[in-house]
């Protein structure tokens, strides 16, 4: 399973590398949030639950650029006839498909995250160095696993760009909740962690459960 | 086949509720704090403990579905949704009412119950949409079971999660210790969850039964009109 897994991985990260067209997108999609949140609340410099929030829901509607796109050159192209036709397990496509969707956020956050410390953060982002990058990891295997059953769900519908955000906003708001709680403390005036055991353990839950279930009903959702 | 036992099922439903709003308005104390409002807590509570279990219902009818590749379970998954929906509405409303009256507010957010509810409402109103944009109806019963299931999950991890996260004000009804209820109130209260979840049941089977004999008589007239067609 590891192999057909990273060969799919392989052939994901290539044509991402030739096309740009995830994760800058995400990226652009990222800062233009993050003017959008300095004017809507009228604010220049953010800190605790604020910059907390405005962090964690630019990446989240980051993610749903990235869901939406991830099925795609497979649809429009015929290549998911091909994947299906291959005597390969389903669930190494999932697994190429989430790790392919993890990979994608991590280079966005590696971006949009210390732009979200020098644009609108009051407190440096140093303070919070240790736990973040951690908490920024957990958070984006949890919507690895739910964006990619999301897309594979919406990909045969007709209305597949107004059912990825319907479904996986809601789906993500546990997720949202420990990230957020999680990050808040770590951004405030006086950096510090503060129940960060409780919400990490929550959001590993999260994240266990989800990739269980994915897993679990992945097949189901390519089976002709 | 789905109309089995619904003639005396649907009598049952009507003497339970008819007992139950007897026992709300006659026989349970008023409320020494809140008064005359806190009996919308018989409608309020059975309706979203009925709708919780309807969507986690729905999600178990789909796994079986999944497993047997059988129709009618997805039917039967589908159904117990959509009355869920339905119900989910009514709490939704009721509790809003609820909320203004005795904490003086349409919507509280510091609510964890409430706020919980609506993120669960809100994920399974996507049921219709994604359900009526699959045309192939295999297809559109295997992807609305996988729905079901997931977001079958979801409620639970979804409840803890905002449960954490915001303060205790919700009464807590189904606590261990029983939600400290006069023995008067609990017995109306579990008259009413015993009638709502008949309703349920009753409304369930009749919607089964509808939607199964519309099917069979769209195949009967699909049958004539092919039949005829070879006539002429």
Redesign the interface.
């Given at each position: 399973m590891i192999g057909p897994a990273g060969t799919i991985l392989r052939k994901d990260l290539l044509l991402e590398w030739r096309t740009k067209e995830s994760v800058p997108a995400m990226t652009l999609f990222s800062i233009t949030v993050y003017v959008l949140f300095h004017f809507g609340l009228d604010r220049n410099s953010l800190d605790g639950e604020l910059a907390a929030g405005v962090l964690w829901v630019t990446l989240l509607l980051a993610a749903v650029i990235g869901v939406t796109r991830l099925f795609a050159t497979e649809r429009e192209q015929g290549g998911i006839d091909a994947l299906l036709l291959a005597p390969v397990d389903r669930t190494a496509l999932f697994v190429a498909k989430a790790s392919a969707l993890f990979l994608f956020l991590v280079a966005v956050e590696l971006v949009a995250v210390p732009a979200f410390g020098l644009m609108l953060l009051g407190p440096s982002l140093g303070g919070a160095l240790p736990e973040l990058p951690l908490i920024l990891l957990l958070g984006d295997l949890g919507i690895a696993a739910v964006g990619a059953?999301v897309s594979a769900?919406?990909a045969?519908?007709?209305?597949r760009e107004?059912?990825v955000p319907?479904?996986l906003l809601?789906?993500l708001?546990?997720l949202l909740?420990?990230c957020a709680?999680a990050t808040e403390p770590l951004l405030r005036p006086d950096q510090g962690p503060e129940d960060l055991g409780?919400w990490l353990g929550?959001l590993t839950?999260?994240d266990v459960?989800?990739v269980l279930?994915?897993v679990?009903?992945f097949d189901?959702?390519l089976?002709? | 086949m789905y109309s089995k036992g619904l003639a005396p099922l649907a009598a049952a439903t009507v003497v339970t509720l008819t007992a139950a709003l007897a026992l709300v308005f006659f026989y349970a104390p008023l409320d020494a704090d809140q008064g005359f409002v806190q009996k919308i807590f018989y409608i309020h509570v059975p309706m979203a403990i009925v709708a919780l279990c309807g969507w986690v219902a729905g999600g178990i009818f789909a796994i079986r579905h999944?497993r047997s590749g059988d129709p009618s379970w997805d039917l039967r998954s589908y159904v117990a949704i959509h009355l869920s929906i339905i119900l989910g509405l009514g709490v939704l409303i009721t509790g809003a009412i609820w909320a203004r009256a005795s904490w003086g507010h349409w919507w509280v957010w510091d609510e964890p119950v409430l706020v919980s509810f609506l993120?669960?409402f809100?994920?399974y109103?996507?049921y219709y949409?994604?359900r009526f944009?699959?045309?192939d109806p295999e297809?559109r019963a295997?992807?609305s079971?996988?729905?079901a299931?997931?977001?079958g999950?979801?409620v639970p991890?979804?409840f803890?999660?905002?449960r954490?996260?915001e303060a205790y004000t919700h009464p807590r009804v189904l606590s261990q210790t029983g939600g400290d209820l006069p023995g008067e109130m609990r017995l109306t209260f579990l008259v009413a969850l015993v009638g709502m979840t008949l309703l349920f049941v009753t409304l369930w089977k009749l919607e089964l039964t509808a939607k199964h004999a519309a099917a069979q008589l769209n195949k009967l007239r699909r049958r004539r009109a092919e039949r005829e067609a070879v006539a002429a």
């Open positions: 059953l769900l919406a045969e519908t007709r209305i107004l059912i319907l479904l809601p789906m708001v546990p909740i420990c709680q409780r929550l839950l999260y459960v989800f279930v994915s679990a009903v189901f959702l089976e002709d | 999944l993120v669960t809100l994920l109103c996507v949409p994604l944009a699959i045309e297809r295997r992807y079971s996988v729905f299931i997931a977001a999950a979801f991890l979804n803890t999660a905002v954490l996260a």
